[in-house]
C-alpha cells in the first residue's frame, strides 16, 4: 500500500533562517509526489510536484523540494523563510489506479520573527 | 477565476438530520473528490468520481453519500448524520486522473454535528 508520512508535527524556525518540512514515501513503482500548503481558513494550495526528472523542484513562494529515491524522501525547503510562510504542510503522493491523493498527516511550520 | 466552490462554509446541525454540502468547480475537471481532514489524520478521501455519474468509494466511505449528474457538481450527502461526523471537508477536482494533474481545493465546510 502506498503511504507518505510527515514526521515533525511542528517545526519551528526564526526569520530568514532556512527551513526544511520533511516526508518520506513508500510506493510501488513509481512516485508521484506532491506539496500542498493550507493557511488558517482556507483550502489546500498546491506548492509543487515531483513526477520525474531534476530531483530538485521548485515551486510557488520560493519552495522547492528535493527527490531522494534512496532514501525515499521528498523534503520541502526555502532558503530563507517569511513569517508569512506559517501554514500547514502537507506532503501527498498519488495513487495512479484511482487519482486519490494520500495525504501525510501535516506539518505545522511556525516562522517567528 | 478558476475555482472550486463549496456551500456552505460553516453548518451546525444535530445528530439524523439530513445535510447536502454542495460542491462546484467551474474547470471542467472530469475529476472529483471528497475529503474529510481531522486533526493527526490529514486528509482522508471519502468518495471521488472518475466522470459523470462514475462514482466511487474512498477510505471512509460510511455514513456519505455523493452524485455527478452534472460535470461541474459533485455533492456530498449526510442522510443521518452523527457526531463522528464532525469535521473540515473538502471538495477538490482535477483535469484527469494522470499524474501531472494536482488537485484544485474549495476552501471548506467546517460540520459541526450535536
Known amino acids: 500500500a502506498q503511504s507518505v508520512a510527515q514526521p515533525e508535527d511542528q517545526v519551528n524556525v526564526a526569520e530568514g533562517n532556512p527551513l526544511t518540512v520533511k516526508c518520506t514515501y513508500s510506493?510501488?513503482?513509481?512516485?508521484?509526489l506532491f506539496w500542498y500548503v493550507q493557511y488558517p481558513n482556507r483550502g489546500l494550495q498546491f506548492l509543487l510536484k515531483y513526477i520525474t526528472g531534476d530531483n530538485l523542484v521548485k515551486g510557488s513562494y520560493g519552495f522547492e523540494a528535493e527527490f531522494n529515491k534512496s532514501q525515499t524522501s521528498f523534503h520541502l525547503k526555502k532558503p530563507s523563510a517569511l513569517v508569512s510562510d506559517s501554514a500547514l504542510y502537507f506532503c501527498?503522493?498519488?495513487?495512479?489506479?484511482?487519482?486519490?491523493?494520500?495525504f501525510g498527516q501535516g506539518t505545522t511550520l511556525q516562522v517567528k520573527p | 477565476e478558476a475555482q472550486v466552490t463549496q456551500n456552505p462554509r460553516y453548518l451546525i446541525t444535530v445528530t439524523g438530520k439530513k445535510l447536502t454540502v454542495t460542491c462546484s468547480q467551474n474547470m471542467n475537471h472530469e475529476y472529483m473528490s471528497w475529503y474529510r481532514q481531522d486533526p493527526g489524520l490529514g486528509l482522508r478521501q471519502i468518495y471521488y468520481s472518475m466522470n459523470v455519474e462514475v462514482t466511487d468509494k474512498g477510505d471512509v466511505p460510511e455514513g456519505y453519500k455523493v452524485s455527478r449528474k452534472e460535470k461541474r457538481n459533485f455533492p456530498l450527502i449526510l442522510e443521518s448524520p452523527s457526531p463522528n461526523q464532525t469535521s473540515l471537508y473538502f471538495c477538490?477536482?482535477?483535469?484527469?486522473?494522470?499524474?501531472?494533474?494536482?488537485?484544485?481545493f474549495g476552501n471548506g465546510t467546517r460540520l459541526t454535528v450535536t
Open positions: 510506493v510501488s513503482g513509481n512516485p508521484y
Open positions: 477538490a477536482s482535477s483535469q484527469r486522473t494522470d499524474k501531472n494533474s494536482p488537485l484544485h
Open positions: 501527498a503522493v498519488r495513487d495512479m489506479n484511482t487519482g486519490k491523493l494520500i
